[in-house]
């Protein structure tokens, strides 16, 4: 990496702050970033991102080619399969050289007129960040609501569109989650608000079109949970959900009588984790009753739901967790993961069938993707892998054939998936656990020890990273990186033991796992320290903090995307949005043994006077999941403290929130120039 004489890195003010708990005092120099409102702040932010500019201007070109390269391979004149909904048939498609989505309709057939929903392109103008989700149609097709993000920060208004008139009607509904449901009346719409200050999604309203007044119909006073209101599959049930990490309650209603009270599915009990579906007469419900860690399924019937009218459908198992249910009308649809792999299990509701379908590779994710209908033999699901791009599949159950409706093109004429070979490998973790790693790269690929690696990894929430095709990762692939997806403890890959051992006050396995499989690609020769890089987002970039406090030596590079990383201060401040309900995830330091665990491992607390990798940090001002301020003072507080002449870049678009640009080709740039950051410490420029 070139490092210019003339360009010095911003130095950030120091104005100490005591921050005193359990008779310990934590002393933050940067402590006064946390004010977006202060106009050094802003300039300190503005001085990052110049040097940056600076630092990483001799790769401008490079960035240039890569995001041509990169947007070549997408097809821009793509559109969805479509999809079957209440007589309608739903598409959403992209135009050449447009960021944002069409969303449009067909009546009965595919050879009728097109109807638009929404031009998000022409929506969009204007703003330097949008976001439309949460659409939500009538029963009788005649009006939409929708929500609009134009801010980053997720705080949504929702609107109501005249699907007749083609009119946005006055109807403004802000600072919601953006999705809504509508009762059978075709005028009462339930959403969720969102707490002015944290953010958290804990009331549900009902609104009456036109009236302009919303009804107060749940408030969820527990701090630690969020709430949400949608309709059952069947479309007999609006349902209120409260969630925490660990437990779940219930709330329902039918959907023909929107104006009705809501009935208490079974009281929460805390470490009760479950989720319904409704069909014929039963509630269906997939949960860890029981000390089923895994999962079962059991049903109710809808008059009677209390916890002693449960009944086992399908047992649990040690060694399979059951993930997910696609109920119809013969048949029930069973997403499980065995050792790692997704399974898609059928079942006739009459037991006269009960199969798998058959996947054969170890680097694949399959999934249930939008099946709406319940009167239909049709599943419809996804399928890629490291070397096959995306695939849509409509599968017949009672014939048990296929139709491929989609297969992402990857343009550009130079993909073709023979030459590109992908393994499953597991490493030794530090107490003797086997950690899994998806691995892909070229054909022909030497293990010498000599090849770039690129190694990826979340280990948080449970959220499972499977392998994925990607046709952007073809940029690093190509140049001779090879892939590396770590299956870290704090996922689920290998069942919901592997997310239990990877929180709380076994969160630091998450780490030694990385690290663990870090030093296995090196022993092995896929890699080396000098070419080996680590990459991780959120509450990965969380993992990349701590990784390089821990190991250092072993990366030559990191790139840490909107990085979760002063994990204690967070914790301890509830008037951050998702504080509260991340007690049961990382633990509340509030209590004196959470807060000296968190102590231990938060990566800011731990910055120290030594060596660090060369580091690209990415933060966004308006993030509402991770505060910008958190990687700006990490970086300003490495800045203070590292002794070595490595790279340290801090990038932060001061428009968009915790997802980056909101468009699908300036998201692209920032991926370019994350790729030239790497490529140019390689010495890569072409």
């Known amino acids: 990496m070139a490092k210019p004489k003339d360009i010095l890195p911003p130095v950030a003010n120091k104005i100490p702050k005591e921050l005193s708990i359990h008779n310990d005092i934590r002393v933050d120099n940067y402590f006064w970033m946390n004010d977006r409102e202060n106009p050094k702040v802003i300039d300190y932010l503005n001085a990052e991102n110049n040097y940056c500019d600076a630092k990483m201007s001799h790769t401008k070109a490079f960035q240039k080619s890569l995001f041509e390269e990169m947007k070549a391979r997408i097809k821009e004149d793509d ?17 050449k050289g447009k960021d944002y989505p069409v969303y449009t309709r067909k009546k009965d057939s595919l050879d009728n007129p097109e109807e638009l929903l929404f031009d998000c392109n022409k929506m969009a103008e204007g703003h330097s960040y949008f976001k439309l989700v949460g659409i939500s149609i009538s029963p009788d097709n005649t009006k939409v609501s929708f929500g609009l993000d134009l801010s980053g920060r997720r705080q949504y208004t929702i609107q109501i569109k005249n699907l007749l008139t083609g009119v946005v009607e006055n109807d403004n509904i802000e600072n919601t989650t953006g999705s809504s ?34 009804e107060l119909v749940f408030e969820e006073a527990d701090d630690t949970f969020g709430v949400a209101v949608y309709k059952s ?41 479950y989720s319904i579906s409704h069909y014929d007469d039963h509630f269906y419900i997939l949960c860890n009753k029981d000390k089923a860690f895994n999962f079962k399924l059991m049903k109710t ?107 992402q093109e990857v343009l550009g004429g130079t993909f073709k998936k023979e030459n590109y070979e992908s393994q499953r490998i597991w490493a030794t973790a530090d107490d003797g656990t086997k950690v899994p790693i ?69 969160k630091k396995n998450t780490f030694t796992d990385f690290i663990a499989c870090s030093k296995f690609l090196i022993s092995e020769n896929f890699t080396s320290n000098k070419h080996l890089y680590a990459m991780g987002g959120s509450a990965g970039g969380l993992l990349m903090g701590a990784i390089i406090n821990k190991a250092p030596e072993l990366y030559n590079g990191v790139i840490a995307a909107v990085p979760f990383v002063d994990v204690i201060t967070t914790m301890l401040d509830d008037s951050i949005p998702l504080t509260t309900g991340e007690y049961d995830e990382w633990g509340n330091p509030n209590d004196r043994l959470y807060y000296e665990y968190i102590k231990s491992y938060s990566p800011y607390d731990n910055v120290e006077a030594k060596e660090y ?46 997802g980056g640009a909101s468009g699908r080709f300036e998201a692209l740039k920032e991926d370019a120039e994350e790729y030239a950051f790497l490529l140019d410490l390689e010495g890569i420029n072409t």
């Open 613 to 658: 990798p060369h580091l690209f940090v990415t933060s966004g001002l308006h993030d509402s999941q991770v505060q910008y301020w958190e990687p700006t003072k990490w970086v300003a507080k490495l800045r203070e403290l590292k002794t070595d002449d490595n790279i340290l870049l801090l990038r932060t678009n001061m428009d968009a929130g915790h």
């Open 181 to 214: 449901t509508w009762g059978n009346d075709n005028t009462t719409l339930f959403f969720t608000k969102k707490d002015e200050k944290t953010l958290r999604a804990f009331q549900i309203y009902r609104y009456q079109l036109g009236s302009n007044k919303s």
């Open 233 to 273: 599959k069947s479309r007999k049930y609006i349902i209120i959900a409260c969630y925490s990490t660990l437990t779940n309650e219930y709330h329902i209603l039918k959907s023909d009588e929107p104006l009705g009270k809501f009935k208490l599915f079974q009281q929460r009990v805390r470490g009760l984790e």
């Open 79 to 95: 559109a969805s399969v479509p999809y079957k909904y209440n007589g309608y048939w739903y598409i959403t498609r992209f135009e």
């Open 301 to 407: 019937p809808e008059n009677d739901t209390a916890l002693p009218q449960w009944s086992e459908v399908i047992p649990h198992r040690d060694d399979v967790l059951l993930e997910n249910i696609d109920i119809f009308k013969d048949y029930l649809v069973l997403s499980e993961r065995s050792n790692g792999l997704h399974q898609l299990r059928i079942k006739r509701w009459d037991n006269s069938e009960d199969y798998y379908l058959p996947f054969k590779s170890e680097t694949y994710t399959a999934y249930t993707t939008t099946n709406v209908e319940f009167d239909t033999e049709i599943l419809r699901y996804g399928y890629n892998s490291l070397t096959t791009s995306s695939s849509v599949i409509d599968f017949n159950m009672k014939t048990q054939t296929e139709t491929v409706l989609k297969e």
């Open 438 to 506: 998806s691995l892909v790269y070229r054909k022909g690929v030497e293990l010498n020890g000599s090849n770039p690696l690129l190694q990826y990894a979340y280990g948080s929430y449970g959220s499972t990273v499977d392998p994925y095709f990607s046709s952007l990762r073809l940029s690093l692939l190509d140049r001779g990186f090879i892939y590396a997806i770590c299956h870290v403890r704090g996922g689920e890959y290998l069942g919901r033991h592997w997310y239990d051992n990877g929180k709380l006050l076994h």
